[in-house]
């Protein structure tokens, strides 16, 4: 199978623009976990989605937002871009959410986004 | 904050040595995963043991757990310079519903010299 795909892979943006980022799950898997990675902050949990609902979002603005399609595809946008939001950004797929996250996530190879 | 920490955050020896790796968390658990990250690129899922395991194999990975002291370790022995990576843990928790976050320890990063 194909692994996490993510597009596009490197992206440079200025403050104040919006940009949508793209994950595509491996074939099968509906769950889509979505992480920011920062030298200061390390990864932390963006959002995730199942069956095209939203089941959990982390401690983000609401600039951060993100959907998922029919398809299982997700999509994450940030608007009014700061500088702090340079970052990679991971999105992680499994089959289902399982309590206590026991699902073993596959994780795409990121899009690293730049904000000048 | 709800991250984990890790130690050491960096740590180098060489080709054929062991590595270990120590993961403390904050909250209870209901399992633990660890990751590798090679030079911020995706993640790697390496291993995952439950919170009623004390330990687990995988190939030159041994990881233990013991939840009284909210502590995990990793070792990988005879370590190659393809080991070369950040190693996170990452916990999930029970928050009374079925989830996949993950909650991230700060990470290790490891240098093989050949």
């Known amino acids: 199978k194909a692994g996490v795909t993510q597009t596009p892979r490197y992206l440079i943006k200025t403050r104040g623009q919006q940009v949508t980022l793209s994950c595509s799950p491996i074939s099968g898997h509906r769950s889509v976990s979505w992480y920011q990675q920062t030298p200061g902050q390390g990864l932390q949990f963006l959002f995730e989605y199942f069956s095209e609902t939203q089941r959990n979002k982390g401690n983000f603005p609401g600039r951060f937002s993100g959907r998922q399609f029919s398809n299982s595809r997700s999509e994450m946008n940030v608007s009014t871009l700061e500088l702090g939001d340079s970052a990679l950004y991971l999105c992680?797929?499994?089959?289902?959410?399982?309590?206590?996250?026991?699902?073993?996530?596959?994780f795409g190879p990121g899009t690293r986004l730049l904000v000048l | 904050s709800q991250q984990g920490e890790e130690d050491p955050q960096a740590l180098s020896i060489q080709e054929g040595e062991n590595a270990t790796m120590n993961c403390s968390y904050k909250?209870?658990?209901?399992?633990l995963q660890w990751y590798r990250q090679n030079s911020g690129r995706g993640l790697v899922h390496l291993i995952l043991i439950r919170s009623n395991e004390r330990e687990k194999h995988s190939g030159r990975l041994r990881v233990t757990l013991d939840t009284s002291k909210k502590s995990s370790s990793l070792l990988i022995t005879a370590s190659r310079a393809a080991d070369t990576a950040s190693y996170f843990c990452?916990?999930?928790?029970?928050?009374?519903?079925?989830?996949?976050?993950?909650?991230f320890g700060t990470g290790t990063l490891l240098a093989v010299q050949p």
């Open positions: 992680a797929s499994s089959a289902e959410p399982l309590a206590g996250g026991r699902e073993t996530q596959y």
């Open positions: 990452a916990t999930g928790q029970n928050y009374g519903g079925a989830t996949n976050k993950l909650i």
């Open positions: 909250t209870s658990i209901n399992n």
